[in-house]
């Protein structure tokens, strides 16, 4: 199911809409970067292009790290 979440990015709320699964992973992977979530989400809203939403670039985000998990 789609969602809005919000997360704190450079000291502003910043909202997108994403899927539950996608979350879910988000988090793990945060969790296993030690990091915040909030952190992992400002550091892909910084590398993502200026074309690209932010629900987009955290979907793939998700997936070049799942399909980089899987190769190796």
Known sequence: MLK???????GHATS???EDEFWIELK???KTRQISLAQL???????R?????LS???????L?????????
């Not at 809005?4 to 450079?10: E, H």
């Not at 070049?64 to 190796?72: D, K, N, R, Y």
């Open 64 to 72: 070049q790290s799942v399909q980089t998990a899987s190769q190796g």
């Open 4 to 10: 809005k979440r919000s997360v704190s990015i450079r």
């Open 16 to 18: 997108f809409s994403i």
């Open 49 to 53: 292009g200026v074309d690209e939403n």
């Open 41 to 47: 989400v400002t550091s892909i809203d910084t590398r």
């Open 28 to 30: 793990e992977i945060a």
């Open 56 to 62: 987009s670039a955290l979907r793939v985000f998700v």
